[in-house]
Every structure is written in structure tokens, then in C-alpha cells.
């Protein structure tokens, strides 16, 4: 190769790499947006006039708006490329997260978080869209677990420097400086993303595509998966995103910034765990076996969480009127990393399906991480109202390991 092929090809990397961390800076406001409430709820609710619990059901619009936004951004990719999407997307970011910080009451929340969940449905997708089209199979392995550890940084700014931010501004502030990051982002979209042609690779209408995902879905091999995917996620999301807060505030008696602190210890538990995870699967190599049992661990740490609350077992075999908040600390720290075992699902799809649908089959398994994360955002708002925050923990863990259940039913010992 030519010292000017070598110089050009060099450009190119460094031109892709620039394009690959804007779009991922935008997966980042993604999951800050998605992490504002857990530690502003009381606030949030308070300012409504409403009760935390109906609160936290209504932060379930923005899950069902991303997990039924996601395949006809997906189109959309197909039909009008990378760059114009994300632009479109981020526009729409900026003025989700303007009504958010507007809002003056349930409804107008709700609005907000609609036109946020749709906004950000395709924040993941954008990078990993563009990386799949230029990057070697190799390469773009590497690539998709950097562009997650960009976008979970997003969860750590919403930890501690968003607890900081609530007590000295208020809990719209969050909302504020997003809206103005999505704008630093688009800009950075602008200047650095390729507009590549549009590759029409599926003609077919969006409701035709989500019809064929829900049939994949459902058949029987990947059944399993589907079924844990519904609880996997879920309980991440729910618990750092909504519960873990009020948790540690309202039973531990923690300060706004010490949960914060608590929380932005799980979050880099849950950026390293899925590295941790890629190279035990590799070197063990009985994925379903480590997906099976990570997901029963979490399950076994966050029934132990609970039942360390105020006259619950935990606390009472250890003579305390309630665990200390460092037991908590543990225990966030081992489920974020029992609970990164969630990517190997996807790994496990690939296997299960022929390649022409694979496509479609990571759709599946896609759609139902955040449609799961929208139902039990919902349900544990319920269950909250009803029971407390204890039974909260306790329902999230019963369900993964119905969860687990319903996976190791589904998939046999050569998957």
C-alpha cells in the first residue's frame, strides 16, 4: 500500500471513530434521560402534587414509546441512512426534554416523556447502524461494547453530579442540561457523521416488519430468551433507573448525594460487568448455563436487599433495626455485575436462527428488553402504591427468576 492509500485509510478510521463517539455522546443523553426521575422523584412529585408511586407509573410512557418507536427508526435507518435520523431524533431529544422541564403537572410529564422515549429509541441504534456498515465483524465486536460503555456513562453523570445538581437547582435542571446537550450533540452529528446514501433494504411498511418481529418472538426457539429478556433488563433499568433511589433516601435514610454516590457505584459495576462476562463466556463457553445462573444470582441479591429493610429477615437475623446503607453498597455492586450477562442473549439469538432473520430475531430480543422495562416500571408503581417499597425488591426478584425459569424450560443444553 502507497504512503498516500496508507494516509487516507488512516483519515478514514479517524473520520469513522469521530462519527462513531458522536452518535454514541447521543446513547449517553439517552440514559441520562432515562435515570433523571430516580433521584428527583419526591421532588418531582411533590411539585405535581401527586403520590411518588402514581409518579413513577406514569415514567413508564417513556419505555412503551422507545420499545414501539424502535423498529420504525430501524426503517427509517434503512430508508433515509444514519445521519438525517439521528439529527431528526436528536432535534426531537431537545424538545422532549423542554417539555419535561416545563411540565406543570401529570399530563404535561407524560407528554414529555412520550416525546422523549420516541426520541431516544434509536440513540442505540444509530452508532451501532453505522459501525455494522463500515466495520469489519471483528471490529465491530469491539466497537459495540465501547459505544455501551459510552452511553452508560450517561447513568453515572445522573448519579452524583445529577444529585448535586437537583439540591442546588432542582430537580427541572436535569432536564435543562440535557436539552442542551442534545443540542452540543447534534452539532457534533453535524460536523462529524458521513451522509451516506439510503439503502433500501426492506420495502416492506413498518407495521408489516413489527408483525414479522412479534412472530419471530414468539416462536418456540426463542421463546426463552424472549421471556427473560422481559425481566433481564428490566430489573437493571427499574432499580438504578427509578427505586434504587428513593430505597436508599426514604429506608436507609440517606442524603440526595450519598444515594447518588451509591448508585454511580452500580452504574460502573454495570459498565464493567459486560466485560467481565464477554471473557467468562468465552473462556467457560456454556452460555446458557452462565446466562441462566447470572440471572439467578441477581435475582438472590435483590431478594436480599429486601429483606434487609426494617423488620424483614435480613435485618432481623442480624439483630438491626435495618441493614446499614453499606450493606446495600454490596450488594448494588454484585447485581450490577450478575446482571450484566443480559448482551450474551443476543449472542444466544444468533445461534438460534437462520442468518437471513437475524435481523429481526435481535429486533425481537431488543424490543422485549425495553418492552419489559415499561411493564415492570408500571407494575412496581403499583405494587409501591400498595405494599412498599420492600415488596417492590421482592416482586422485581420473583420475576427474574420466573424469568430463569421460563429460559432454562425453553432453550436445551447445546445452546
Same mark, same amino acid.
Not at 65 to 86: H, L, T
Given at each position: 500500500?502507497? %504512503?498516500?492509500?496508507?494516509?487516507?485509510?488512516g483519515?478514514?478510521?479517524?473520520?469513522?471513530?469521530?462519527?462513531?463517539v458522536?452518535?454514541?455522546?447521543?446513547?449517553?443523553?439517552?440514559?441520562?434521560?432515562?435515570?433523571i426521575?430516580?433521584?428527583?422523584?419526591?421532588?418531582?412529585?411533590?411539585?405535581?402534587?401527586?403520590? /411518588?408511586?402514581?409518579?413513577?407509573?406514569?415514567t413508564?410512557?417513556?419505555h412503551?414509546?422507545?420499545?414501539?418507536?424502535?423498529?420504525?427508526?430501524?426503517?427509517?435507518?434503512?430508508?433515509?441512512?444514519?445521519?438525517?435520523?439521528s439529527?431528526?431524533l436528536?432535534?426531537?431529544?431537545?424538545?422532549?426534554?423542554?417539555?419535561?422541564?416545563?411540565?406543570?403537572?401529570?399530563?404535561?410529564?407524560?407528554?414529555?416523556?412520550l416525546?422523549?422515549?420516541?426520541?431516544?429509541?434509536?440513540?442505540?441504534?444509530?452508532?451501532?447502524?453505522?459501525?455494522?456498515?463500515?466495520?469489519?465483524?471483528?471490529?465491530?465486536?469491539?466497537?459495540?461494547?465501547?459505544? @455501551?460503555?459510552?452511553?452508560?456513562?450517561?447513568?453515572?453523570?445522573?448519579? +452524583?453530579?445529577?444529585?448535586f445538581?437537583?439540591?442546588?437547582?432542582?430537580?427541572?435542571?436535569?432536564?435543562?442540561?440535557?436539552?442542551?446537550?442534545?443540542?452540543?450533540?447534534?452539532?457534533?452529528?453535524?460536523?462529524?457523521?458521513?451522509?451516506?446514501?439510503?439503502?433500501?433494504?426492506?420495502?416492506?411498511?413498518?407495521?408489516?416488519?413489527?408483525?414479522?418481529?412479534?412472530?419471530?418472538?414468539?416462536s418456540? /426457539?426463542?421463546?426463552?430468551?424472549?421471556?427473560?429478556?422481559?425481566?433481564?433488563?428490566?430489573?437493571?433499568?427499574?432499580?438504578?433507573?427509578?427505586?434504587?433511589?428513593?430505597?436508599?433516601?426514604?429506608?436507609k435514610?440517606?442524603?440526595?448525594?450519598?444515594?447518588?454516590?451509591?448508585?454511580?457505584?452500580?452504574?460502573?459495576?454495570?459498565?464493567?460487568?459486560?466485560?467481565?462476562?464477554?471473557?467468562?463466556?468465552?473462556r %467457560?463457553?456454556?452460555?446458557?448455563?452462565?446466562?441462566?445462573g447470572?440471572?439467578?444470582?441477581a435475582?438472590?441479591l %435483590?431478594?436480599?436487599?429486601? @429483606?434487609?429493610?426494617?423488620?424483614?429477615?435480613?435485618?432481623?437475623?442480624?439483630?438491626?433495626?435495618?441493614?446499614?446503607?453499606?450493606?446495600?453498597?454490596?450488594?448494588?455492586?454484585?447485581?450490577?455485575?450478575?446482571?450484566?450477562?443480559?448482551?450474551?442473549?443476543?449472542?444466544?439469538?444468533?445461534?438460534?436462527?437462520?442468518?437471513?432473520?437475524?435481523?429481526?430475531?435481535?429486533?425481537?430480543?431488543?424490543?422485549?428488553f425495553? @418492552?419489559?422495562?415499561?411493564?415492570?416500571? +408500571?407494575?412496581?408503581?403499583?405494587?409501591?402504591?400498595?405494599?412498599g417499597?420492600?415488596?417492590?425488591?421482592?416482586?422485581?426478584?420473583?420475576?427474574l @427468576?420466573?424469568?430463569?425459569?421460563?429460559?432454562?424450560?425453553?432453550?436445551?443444553?447445546?445452546?
Amino acid at each position: 500500500m502507497s %504512503v498516500v492509500a496508507r494516509e487516507e485509510a488512516g483519515h478514514g478510521t479517524r473520520a469513522l471513530i469521530f462519527a462513531l463517539v458522536a452518535l454514541a455522546c447521543g446513547h449517553m443523553l439517552s440514559t441520562l434521560l432515562r435515570t433523571i426521575p430516580a433521584l428527583s422523584l419526591d421532588l418531582m412529585a411533590a411539585d405535581f402534587r401527586i403520590e /411518588p408511586q402514581v409518579l413513577a407509573s406514569l415514567t413508564s410512557v417513556y419505555h412503551f414509546a422507545f420499545a414501539a418507536s424502535q423498529i420504525p427508526v430501524g426503517a427509517a435507518m434503512d430508508r433515509f441512512g444514519v445521519r438525517p435520523v439521528s439529527l431528526s431524533l436528536l432535534a426531537g431529544t431537545v424538545i422532549g426534554a423542554i417539555a419535561s422541564g416545563f411540565a406543570t403537572g401529570p399530563a404535561s410529564f407524560a407528554f414529555g416523556q412520550l416525546l422523549l422515549g420516541i426520541a431516544t429509541s434509536g440513540m442505540l441504534m444509530c452508532p451501532m447502524t453505522l459501525a455494522a456498515k463500515q466495520l469489519s465483524a471483528a471490529r465491530f465486536g469491539l466497537w459495540s461494547g465501547a459505544i @455501551l460503555s459510552i452511553g452508560n456513562i450517561g447513568m453515572l453523570l445522573s448519579a +452524583s453530579p445529577l444529585a448535586f445538581v437537583v439540591d442546588a437547582y432542582g430537580w427541572r435542571a436535569g432536564f435543562w442540561i440535557a436539552a442542551a446537550g442534545g443540542i452540543a450533540v447534534a452539532l457534533a452529528v453535524f460536523a462529524l457523521v458521513p451522509n451516506q446514501p439510503a439503502e433500501h433494504k426492506d420495502d416492506s411498511s413498518p407495521l408489516s416488519q413489527m408483525i414479522e418481529v412479534l412472530r419471530l418472538g414468539l416462536s418456540r /426457539p426463542l421463546r426463552g430468551l424472549i421471556a427473560l429478556a422481559l425481566v433481564s433488563l428490566a430489573t437493571s433499568l427499574v432499580l438504578r433507573g427509578l427505586w434504587g433511589g428513593p430505597w436508599l433516601m426514604q429506608v436507609k435514610g440517606l442524603t440526595r448525594v450519598e444515594a447518588g454516590n451509591q448508585l454511580g457505584a452500580y452504574t460502573l459495576a454495570m459498565i464493567a460487568g459486560p466485560l467481565c462476562m464477554g471473557m467468562i463466556d468465552r473462556r %467457560v463457553g456454556r452460555r446458557r448455563e452462565l446466562v441462566a445462573g447470572a440471572h439467578a444470582v441477581a435475582a438472590l441479591l %435483590v431478594l436480599l436487599m429486601a @429483606l434487609g429493610a426494617p423488620h424483614y429477615a435480613v435485618a432481623w437475623l442480624f439483630g438491626v433495626p435495618v441493614m446499614p446503607p453499606q450493606y446495600d453498597l454490596t450488594l448494588f455492586v454484585l447485581i450490577g455485575l450478575a446482571s450484566s450477562a443480559q448482551p450474551l442473549l443476543f449472542g444466544m439469538c444468533r445461534q438460534l436462527v437462520d442468518a437471513q432473520v437475524a435481523g429481526k430475531a435481535l429486533a425481537a430480543v431488543n424490543l422485549a428488553f425495553f @418492552l419489559g422495562t415499561a411493564l415492570m416500571q +408500571s407494575l412496581t408503581g403499583a405494587v409501591a402504591a400498595f405494599a412498599g417499597l420492600p415488596a417492590v425488591l421482592l416482586f422485581m426478584a420473583a420475576a427474574l @427468576l420466573v424469568g430463569v425459569m421460563i429460559f432454562l424450560t425453553y432453550t436445551s443444553s447445546h445452546s
